[in-house]
Nanobody, 120 residues
Framework: QVQLVESGGGLVQPGGSLRLSCAAS????????MGWYRQAPGEQRELVAT???????GYADSVKGRFTISRDNAKNTVYLQMNSLKPEDTAVYYC??????????????WGQGTQVTVSS
């Protein structure tokens, strides 16, 4: 059983910073792509940032220059450093990972989500 557990959300003022973490646990062979998505009330879930095992990175245009994604392969953990936060960044943030299981099948896994609220 593979689990993704997120942490680091909370309430922050505009212009502030937060760091999200997501750790994968359980039995698997390898983690390929890891990423962060977000979903605001009444909106569809959208991609925020992704990072491959080799460090290839992509960002949504709305967060470029403000957010930084990174990962620690030894800890099976992905991070999202969020700076210069804006009220429109308010959403539930979900961790996602494409994981190769011990049976060599690839699946997408999701974390439970962590709330980020940007408000004065």
């Amino acid at each position: 059983q593979v689990q993704l557990v997120e942490s680091g959300g909370g309430l922050v003022q505009p212009g502030g910073s937060l760091r999200l973490s997501c750790a994968a646990s359980g039995s698997f062979f390898r983690i390929h792509v890891m990423g962060w998505y977000r979903q605001a009330p009444g909106e569809q879930r959208e991609l925020v940032a992704t990072i491959t095992r080799d460090g290839g990175i992509g960002y949504a245009d709305s967060v470029k220059g403000r957010f930084t994604i990174s990962r620690d392969n030894a800890k099976n953990t992905v991070y999202l450093q969020m700076n210069s936060l804006k009220p429109e960044d308010t959403a539930v943030y979900y961790c996602n990972a494409r994981i190769l299981t011990v049976t060599l099948q690839e699946y997408h896994y999701w974390g439970q989500g962590t709330q980020v609220t940007v408000s004065s």
